[in-house]
């Protein structure tokens, strides 16, 4: 009998796997090496969707570290490795350590599909994110729907589902195929078998799934993993290597990365779906939720907040039961390990095995970069997890971010943007200036290229308020007013931005306030360093913005005088300030006219 594409890599993948309904324990490294190859092989030229089962193997192995755990004493991966060694039939042309790396790669290869929509091929797209969503219901404790199936076929037509979300009719992250698969093709309920291990520890989406008997989620696994980055960082600061928390950071932030990649995903869909049903600017989503119809901005709301069709909302109920502590406890657990905490819950016990038994510091390895950090590189993914958060808050706003209207509803006033601003503040404020200022810088690199994802101009929006918001906090409320948005006045706004800015930072009395307030915000120096820092950022977003409108470009030339009259006033100001507290006198430069565009 001829099998199709998808129903011999079905037949494949099963008798790899094993029976369904029993147990699965993946531990062997042949079987891991042979089912990776396969995904890999079967995403190359004519796309074969993974079943979910994979995509729980390859979400497991791309955060666990095989090779690491082998150091354990008495852990089966030992023998494992020591077998294979000695076996030479046995196929290990892959390295065990490089099996993270290869899943990673093919989870990515699946958001890439998903994020380009596969327009010449709807049928693949719709098929991908159908799995990826059922495999995403593990993690958000959603029901699955009765009709659920996964299946493989060659006919487009059966596989043709609809990405599109109805008002009421598909309130589920999980879409529904379109039409059942005919009784000839391979079908079976969507499942998890009841122990399925890999290297004899569950798979993560096991080990990471929220119950009434294990409230074990994955904001529970960020504070571990930015735990474990936290206790890197130190040692690598201290000039020792401990390999064990660095690798279990880039395990488990990997995996973070990957997997918020789908929570983006999702979001941008199901909004864009409600929205225009996916034939508008995936730019403009929000403003065009702010000039939509009264009834239509309820409907979206609506949809918002119904964990069962954003993945996001599912998570950020399980944060806390009271709607007014999710950015507190959100933020909390973004920034976790910036100040010295309790040591979180890890999803293995074998993590904290690892951490006994390889926590003796050894010198640095000299081909490690001294620049080499793990706080400074986790703010990528810090940040990519926030600028979500902000996204879905800009529909609570109603406008208030871009119109200056304050119509936001009294109920969904814990969720404005300006709140989470807040509490972002709250928590940078206590960085240091090398991690403050890596977390700002981290915005301004460019994600992957993908429709799905959250709009560059809300990110750079985002950045905006928040240095607002820590400038008042480093000058003392010193009164910086810059309400200044698009359409707030009909004098040209980005025109007005750049002249208050230029006007501000040429205040001596700013950098008083700033000394002033230092000795609550960590000592001269780095208040200083914070302060000028966001000065300038914020004169560098203005003229981005005077400079994107080709016909303010001369304008740019009359503030040139105004900013190297600010540098003037700031560098006096800070000779000033190191004479009278008796601090040894470091030029930092002119701050500002580097900013200016040449």
Known sequence: MHLSPNQQYAHTIESTLGDFGAAIDVSDPQTIDFLLTETEESLVEEIVVPTENVIRVLLTLSCR??????????????????NALHQPRQIISHPVASYNQRAELILRRLCGIVSSTYTDKPQIYQAVYSTLMNVMADFTSTKRTINQFEFVSDSEEELLLSAVVDEHKKRSIVVSPSKKPRSRNFKKKSYIPADMRIFNEPVITTAVCPSKSSPYNLWSLMEWTFYCCS?????QEKSIESSCFHDLYQGYSRFLSVLWRVVTINFVNVIDSLMNDGRGNHNELVHMFFYSSESKQNEIISALEDPSLFILRALMTQVSGDKEEWYKRITSVVFYGIEEQKIPTSPYASDRHL????????????DRCDSSNDMVESMSLRFEILSLVYYNGLFFDKGDAFLGS??????DYDLVTRILVQEMAKRLCKFSYRYFKSFFEASLISNEMSIFQVPANHCSRMMMELARELVDTLTGRYGIDLDVRPGASQFPWEVQFAQEMVSIIGQKALYEMIVQESGSNGGLEEAWCKATFLLGWLLDMAFTELQSNSQHGDFLQHLCEGVEQADAVSAKSWRQACQKDELPFVKYGDIFRSRFPI
């Not at 951490?355 to 000299?366: A, E, L, W, Y």
């Open 355 to 366: 951490i006994r038994k390889s926590n003796i510091p050894c010198p640095k390895q000299s």
């Open 406 to 411: 304050s119509e936001v509803d009294p109920q």
């Open 231 to 235: 206790k890197s960082s130190t040692v």
């Open 65 to 82: 570290l095989p090779a690491i755990f082998s150091r354990a004493e008495g852990n089966d991966i030992t023998r494992m490795l020591q």
